[in-house]
């Protein structure tokens, strides 16, 4: 059997969440990995995908249909290519949960969204409840979709140089265009792959206070991230969310500044290596899962921590 | 314009959910049961649509035991015309539940269906996505903005990126943000309106849906715990103890 794994890319490079993705799915045991880079003047792309490790084959599709990875179009491609796939593996990202429940319900077979942990081809554990319970789940039949928690695999190594061989386009549903899009620019690491992150939360008070927040993370190089309730008050774009609804990271560090811990927040970050929590409130549930909890006033700590960094000589690995 | 709203009843947000003893699943027996917070969303963007004259009628459908009434009620106080209840003590899983709702479709013709993006029980986030497709409808998830004007929908979605804007040609599956709206809270003549309303009942049988499971629990553990409680002094203390204890700055 083969399994399929679709990428995420911009046209020129695969994303970082895709190589998490193609890890989940030789680590399926099921067979060959290929990899579909679909979208518009993509052979830089597709090429970036030849060279990722343990991958039998690149299948490109290039075309206009998928320059903004619709889900309509997109779906009804990946459907028409699904032929003997035993596995058809996306990353759990926005894009992956956009198509691939689409692919499940068209194919007729199971999605098992999320997984953390591939005990056998067909069971796997995935969170449930926010991750405050996990799932072995197991799927009765040979044909599945699935979508994978990036986190909880490493990245793919580079190295390999699979042949790429194009592939034709399917036929567009006509239900759906692209309108335009509103890309959160930022010179800081990407939240899912950054090696530090520092989020603010409600304690922040506005957006302009979060020039605290990063300061200290351009002093350690770190992606810059946010509670829920800081998102909804407006103080950070909606792409900045982690938690059960946003993103899910992992870092080797994480500092929550101003943040009490609900658990919805914790579920997206309670699996970073090292935690950081500063707030005023001692009895914040933050400080339950923090390593080094730091009880003040975000407003004199913040800048006294940009101060020290600096002190003691720390700079961006 | 006719929308209809899924309504999922789950374990209330505010509740820490515990794993049974017996590792079968989390324990649900005297835990309070509220609507998923993302569907709360789906029926106020639903009533909002019907209060500016763009819906002429809401009708809001949950699909599970028999306590679900309760929920589709909730909704009908918020504002929903009427319910819908597919009623069944199985286990349902997305793939099934967008069987039985694109069953419902058939027989109701709305032009528009949102849904929460997700379940807080669950978290698959696939049931909004397996309609769209079964019914061949163009999809908007996790939409923060929904605009309709001449056959079309204008719907902002949030992506890992920042915003993507797409226009859909209805009828269309929309399904929910966060920031899409701020959900009412029922007033207490609109609880008390609701229990007049009417509700449909249907089994999977009458909707000629088989909604067996396809996917096993095959056990539900709790997860590792976190050491945490750790506490530093001061700033020079906390950047002295990541850089030479944890190393990771």
Redesign the interface.
Known sequence: MTVLVVAEHDNQEIKGATLNTVTAAIALGAGDVEILVAGENCQAAADSAAAISGVSKIRMVDNALYA?A???PF?ALVVSLAGDYSHIVLSH???G??????????L?I?????IMEIKSPD?FVR???????????????DKLVITVRGTAFDKAELGGSAPVEAADASND????????????RSERPEL?SAR?VVSGGRGMQSGDNFHLVETVADK?GAGVGAS?AA??AGYV???YQVG??G?IVAP??YMAIGISGA??HLAGM?DS????AINKDEEAPI??????????DLFE?MP??A???DK?G?KP? | MKILVAVKRV?D?NV??R?KGDNTG?ELANVKMSMNP?DEIAIEEAVRLLEAGTASEVIAISLGEAKCTETIRTALAMGADRGIHVKTDEEL???AV?KLMKAVCEKENPDMVIVG??A???????????????M????G??A?KVEIADGKA?VT?????????????MPIVVTT???LNEPRYASLPNIMKAKKKQIDEYSPEDLGVDATP??????????PP???????A???E??????NE?G??
């Open positions: 903004n619709l889900a309509e779906a990202t926005t894009h949960k956009n198509v691939a429940p689409r692919v499940a319900a068209l007729d199971v999605q098992v969204s999320d069971t969170p449930i409840y926010a991750g405050n319970a996990l799932a072995t789940v197991q799927a009765s039949e549903p006509g239900l759906s265009s692209f309108v335009g899009q509103e890309l959160t899912t530090i350690i829920r998102v909804d774009p909606n792409d059960q609804t993103k080797e560090l658990i919805q309670k290596k090292v935690i950081v400080f339950a899962v923090a390593d080094y909890g730091l009880v003040g700590e006294a921590l101060a020290e960094l003691q720390i690995r | 374990i947000y820490k959910v794993v989390v993302f899983q997305p793939l967008a993006k997700q807080i029980d669950d978290d698959c986030s696939q049931t909004g996505q397996m309609l769209a497709a079964l061949g409808w163009a999809q998830t996790f923060s204008q979605r949030e992506v890992d990126g920042g915003l993507e804007t797409v226009s859909l040609s943000d966060l920031r396809r996917l096993k629990t095959l056990r539900v553990d709790e997860p976190r050491q945490g409680g750790g506490k530093v001061d700033v020079a906390l950047v002295d103890k990541l850089k944890a990771v700055i």
